[in-house]
């Protein structure tokens, strides 16, 4: 069992990243996901989620408008688009899974990706 987060690279202000979280050994549809961030010296955070079917997502206010969870259960992925990002993205991105349905609490999820790094210069 095993999420792979990648995607994540350095990138100038007011650039543009997609961050990818594919899932091996489970089927990814029977848990909602998210995105948390961690940057230096600060606690994990909630990001983004998004329902098992996919029809219902969440954001932190800091990221609403600029990024997008979606999910592609076919391909067993789910992924973040991040536009327009700023310095204060600069953080390493996870992606979780937690069954049934998403939280905002990183506590209560089941599964953990390794983490991809995102860095943003200004």
């Known amino acids: 069992v095993q999420l792979q987060a990648c995607g994540g690279g350095v990138v100038q202000a007011g650039g543009s990243l997609r961050l990818s979280c594919a899932a091996s050994?489970?089927?990814?549809?029977?848990?909602?996901i998210a995105w948390f961030r961690q940057a230096p010296g600060k606690e994990r955070e909630f990001v983004a989620a998004?329902?098992?079917?996919?029809?219902?997502?969440y954001y932190a206010d800091s990221v609403k408008g600029q990024f997008t969870i979606s999910r592609d259960n076919a391909r067993n992925t789910v992924y973040l688009q991040m536009n327009s990002l700023k310095p204060e993205d600069t953080a390493v991105y996870y992606c979780?899974?937690?069954?049934?349905?998403?939280?905002?609490?990183?506590?209560?999820?089941?599964?953990w990706g390794q983490g991809t790094e995102v860095t943003v210069s200004s």
């Open positions: 998004i329902s098992r079917g996919g029809g219902s997502t």
């Open positions: 979780a899974a937690r069954n049934p349905s998403y939280s905002t609490d990183p506590t209560s999820y089941n599964y």
């Open positions: 050994g489970f089927t990814l549809d029977d848990y909602g």
